[in-house]
T-cell receptor, first 115, second 114 residues
Framework: QQQVKQSPQSLIVQKGGISIINCAYE??????FPWYQQFPGKGPALLIA?????SEKKEGRFTISFNKSAKQFSLHIMDSQPGDSATYFC??????????????FGQGTTLQVKP | DAGVTQSPTHLIKTRGQQVTLRCSPK?????VSWYQQALGQGPQFIFQ???????QRGNFPDRFSGHQFPNYSSELNVNALLLGDSALYLC?????????????FGSGTQLSVL
């Protein structure tokens, strides 16, 4: 019940295209869903996050879509650029001061944007 | 602001040895969480320290232990190293309020166990 399943494992997109990464969770107590971007040799960096009271959140070229009934959420990268080439992780956590900092991560998606 | 600082950046040990990894949180942050990231996998939560006490622990054996100092910096200790302990060890700092979105990760320590 603590798992977060992410797909696809890898993704190749042409410059200017849309990159879509999907995640599914089982624990209905999860109430915070962030996406992290990780470049080689670096730690994950928060990209965008959503709470289950909204179905979509957009920040620049990055959009999270959230489907509470299906227990799924996805990351859309519009107008993908070569600089977006990185590994992307979805994650989930459960509210409560005792759970601060405990993120459950997906397995990751390696995105390559071809020029 | 230097953000989260981890040392060393790389480390090579042999099976059975013990290792200590260090983390300095972002200025103003009071909580440190440690994660293990195996090659090609997502980070896995090891434990979290706040007010110098372990507050939460993931599914890791007692060989993994930690400490938080009064200045909020933290150490991760791993005893009796196994080949399977080879991974990138990430430290993340935060303020102990609200959700996990306040997490700021360091660049990690790459541990190789031979």
């Amino acid at each position: 019940q603590q798992q977060v399943k992410q797909s696809p494992q890898s993704l190749i997109v042409q410059k200017g295209g849309i990159s879509i990464i999907n995640c599914a969770y089982e624990n209905t107590a999860f109430d915070y869903f962030p996406w992290y971007q990780q470049f080689p040799g670096k730690g994950p960096a928060l990209l965008i996050a959503i709470r289950p009271d909204v179905s979509e959140k957009k920040e620049g070229r990055f959009t999270i879509s959230f489907n509470k009934s299906a227990k799924q959420f996805s990351l859309h990268i519009m107008d993908s650029q070569p600089g977006d080439s990185a590994t992307y992780f979805c994650a989930a956590s459960q509210h409560g001061s005792s759970n601060t900092g405990k993120l459950i991560f997906g397995q990751g998606t390696t995105l390559q944007v071809k020029p | 602001d230097a953000g989260v600082t981890q040392s060393p950046t790389h480390l090579i040990k042999t099976r059975g040895q013990q290792v200590t990894l260090r983390c300095s949180p972002k200025s103003g942050h009071d909580t440190v969480s440690w994660y293990q990231q195996a090659l090609g996998q997502g980070p896995q939560f090891i434990f979290q320290y706040y007010e110098e006490e372990e507050r939460q622990r993931g599914n890791f054996p007692d060989r993994f232990s930690g400490h938080q100092f009064p200045n909020y910096s933290s150490e991760l200790n791993v005893n009796a190293l196994l080949l399977g302990d080879s991974a990138l060890y990430l430290c993340a700092s935060s303020l102990k309020v609200g959700y996990g979105e306040k997490l700021l990760f360091g660049s990690g320590t790459q541990l190789s166990v031979l």
